[in-house]
């Protein structure tokens, strides 16, 4: 599972996600950065790096049988 954290330091703003277009639009409304982070079934958690609002937001995990970005 994916989890989007969008968060805004000067305005104290922050918010959990589990949609990526959710995670953006709240992103443009708030002006605010994203992350993204690999949540493993076994509780552990690995970030996956920052939301880009533009772009391709695929992404490759280490360590798994994944062969391309954005499995």
Same mark, same amino acid.
């Given at each position: 599972?994916?989890?989007?954290?969008?968060?805004?330091?000067?305005t104290?703003?922050?918010?959990?996600?589990?949609?990526?277009?959710?995670?953006? @639009?709240?992103?443009?409304?708030?002006?605010? @950065?994203?992350?993204?982070?690999?949540?493993?079934?076994?509780?552990?958690?690995?970030?996956?790096?920052?939301?880009?609002?533009?772009?391709?937001? @695929?992404?490759?995990?280490?360590?798994?049988?994944?062969?391309?970005?954005?499995?």
């Open positions: 599972m994916k989890i989007y954290n969008v968060y805004n330091n000067e104290g703003y922050a918010e959990t996600f589990y949609s990526l277009s959710a995670a953006k @639009k709240a992103m443009k409304e708030h002006n605010a @950065k994203g992350s993204i982070t690999k949540v493993w079934s076994s509780g552990e958690w690995e970030p996956m790096g920052e939301i880009v609002l533009r772009g391709s937001n @695929k992404t490759f995990c280490a360590n798994t049988r994944q062969k391309k970005a954005g499995y």
